[in-house]
């Protein structure tokens, strides 16, 4: 009997303390689902959302977009009224309303030195038609800056980067590129956006209004009036979109390509540096002198050498494409640069007079424009 009581007590010693080892597993389970909980909540706050996968944060990206968002001024009489916002989620490129709605990109510069990083942003005024000389439905233009970080400062805030240069894109990969670029400092846009005027109909944009009237004569600033438009919508990357933007790798227009490359090429930047401080380069100087020749061809021997005379006065530094005055108003040529436009405008009129086009001639324009302005 005794043997009999004895096994019961050690039976319900046991039972009692598997209660207790249970009791201490289902606190130790407990804690670990709210430890990992609580991990969970710190590590989706510790690293912020990146949409475009790109290594920037949207919310830092968003904060350098609208800090460094450019006043855009446009024509009045635009006849394709002001830049559109695009319906969401559809691959064909849509106009959801004309709204001036303009579009951002944020991307690390690839090959910028490691001990010094540099962001690249594009933005994008995009619109219903190209209604100038040769338009075409929808109409994709942007202009560009690249920053970098300000050295003695570490936060991790869109305040501590700076503009270093500014690109503005005009009738990219033509023969008629005038797209240009020039120090921010030259500009006065190293803490905020730069003014950039866009010409009527065909939607260049030229960082000075002067330059507008330097292309191949297809480009209008006038009448213009500032664009107000709403809080700058991040694209993200062509293969990673953002807003819905699925739209940006429509082969109806060229935004992809502008999407995937950089406008800050070390070639380009250099040329750029070897200029005044005061200068505006081209981006594609080669293009510059030779647009009108091009098309004039070998058998204007005579309007050939009397155009080549005044190109190679005036061309004593193509890669320049205006001077700015010291006061960096951009309102003013110095005397330079005004002797150069004219000579090459008097090169130009001379090659047209003995081809007999010194008035605006439709089918020499279309030949310049032969590729799809974008
Ligand atoms: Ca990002």
């Known amino acids: 009997m005794a043997n ?20 201490f597993c289902m606190r130790r389970l407990l804690i670990a689902c709210m430890f990992s909980a609580l991990c969970a909540s710190a590590a989706a706050q510790a690293v912020p959302l990146d949409s475009d996968h790109d290594g920037l944060s949207d919310t830092f990206e968003d904060a350098l977009l609208q ?3 450019p006043r855009f001024m446009i024509s009045a009489d635009d006849c394709s009224v002001q830049p559109a916002r695009f319906v969401p989620d559809i691959a064909v490129p849509t106009v959801a309303a004309e709204d001036s709605t303009v579009y951002g990109q944020a991307f690390p510069r690839k090959d910028a030195p490691t001990n010094a990083p540099e962001i690249e942003l594009h933005f994008y005024h995009l619109w219903r038609t190209d209604c100038g000389r040769m338009g075409h439905p929808l109409d994709a233009e942007h202009v560009a800056v690249l920053l970098q970080r300000n050295p003695s400062d570490q936060r991790d805030d869109a305040k501590a980067w ?12 033509t023969v008629c590129d005038a797209s240009h670029l020039t120090r921010a400092s030259t500009i006065d846009a190293e803490e905020h956006g730069a003014k950039v005027w866009i ?18 004569g297809g480009d209008r600033c006038v009448h213009s009036k500032p664009l107000d438009s709403p809080a700058v919508m991040n694209l993200g990357e062509w293969n990673a979109p953002m807003t ?12 992809k390509d502008k999407l995937g490359r950089s406008n800050f090429l070390t070639a380009r930047v250099n040329r750029l540096q070897r200029l005044p401080d005061t200068d505006i380069a081209w981006a594609n100087p080669a ?9 004039s061809g ?4 005579d309007a050939l050498a009397t155009s080549g005379s005044a190109l190679a006065t005036s061309g004593h530094n193509t890669d320049s494409a205006l001077t700015l005055t010291a006061d960096k108003t951009g309102n003013a040529l110095d005397k330079a640069a005004r002797s150069t436009g004219h000579a090459l405008g008097s090169s130009v009129h001379a090659v047209r007079k003995a081809l007999g086009l010194s008035k605006k001639d439709d089918s020499t324009e279309k030949q310049q424009e032969a590729t799809p302005a974008p």
């Open 67 to 69: 800090r460094f968002a």
């Open 199 to 216: 010409s009527a109909g065909k939607h260049a944009s030229f960082l000075n209004e002067e330059l507008c009237h330097h292309g191949c």
């Open 287 to 295: 293009k510059r002198p030779e647009q009108e020749l091009i098309h």
């Open 298 to 301: 070998s058998a204007t021997g």
């Open 4 to 23: 009999m009581g004895d096994e019961r007590y050690r039976t319900g010693i046991e039972t009692i303390m598997r209660f207790v080892r249970c009791g």
């Open 162 to 173: 700076h503009a270093v240069y500014w690109y503005a894109a005009a009738h990219e990969d």
């Open 244 to 255: 819905g933007a699925v739209w940006m790798s429509s082969t109806q227009w060229p935004l």
